[in-house]
């Protein structure tokens, strides 16, 4: 009987044990090198000491160092190359529009003169805008910089400032870094979840490899998720009002978004999908739009992009 209350307590103490683990993990990731570094050593001492079996000793330790690697910062260069991976998914579904060089070299120009004078004007490999050969209302972007734009939405604009808008707010998503934020979330999601599971003892001696492909199967996932269902409510509300203050710095009337939502209202139900499917109705954007608008004021300047924009048009 004895030995069954030191069996049980020995127990309760790695479970006890494993839960502080994944716990102090949890509510450490901001400072995650520090943690990972206690974390790791903590468990090699409890293992020592006897207090948990080694082979759960040895899973936490190689778990927290998972946890490390999953919430280190991601370099321009991961940025990219994770954008490239995104655009690479959208050109599987659609085909770049090369039929008109010259609407694709005044959309980079547009570009050009937004991020130049936006706060983040250089990224790992640069802006760059292509159209996309679809009459779906729709737009894309990757956070290595790549803004793709359908043919359907180019053609619901009505001036260069209503295109700007459109460019403004992809941007917007781009130096927000919603993607990079999304894939993030999902790697340390997923690298807790196996942490906890491996802390339990379930895992045996699960070694770093796996759960580094674990999270790389997030990575695909996240941007499968990304093209389908589009970024969260909050984040568009977000790049829209990124818009504002990127198109009131190049120069742009900022209310030229409002008038661009307006017009993406009006033909809402003339093409399934696109931002339909994957954005906050038109509406829902004018009335978040129409809070920030007050802040943003410049002189009205569209009478000078008329001309420039009818040629193109």
Known sequence: MKNCKTGCRSGRTVIFTAGMVVLLISLGLESCGTVT?????????AGALGVIDAETATAISKSSEAIGKAAEEITPEQEYYI?????ANILDRYAIWNSRPALTKYLNEICKTIVINSPRPEIY???????????????????????????GLIACADSEDALA????HEIGHIQLQHSIKAIKNSRITNALLVTGTSAAGALGNADVKELANIMDESVNEIITTLIDKGYSRDQEFDADTAALALLAT????PSSLVTMLQLLERNEGRRAGGLTK????????????NKSLPKFK????????????????
């Open 278 to 289: 994957t954005h906050p109705s038109p509406a829902q954007r004018i009335t978040n739009v």
């Open 298 to 313: 410049v002189p009205d300047t569209r009478v000078y992009r008329t001309e420039r924009y009818g040629r193109i048009r």
């Open 125 to 151: 490999s640069g802006y760059h805008v292509a159209i996309l050969d679809s009459d779906e209302i729709n737009a894309f972007a990757s956070s290595g910089g790549h803004i793709l734009v359908t043919r």
């Open 250 to 253: 190049a120069g742009y009337e």
């Open 83 to 87: 954008g490239r991976a995104v655009a």
């Open 37 to 45: 570094e206690l974390t790791s050593t903590g468990a090699q001492i």
């Open 165 to 168: 808008a459109v460019i403004a």
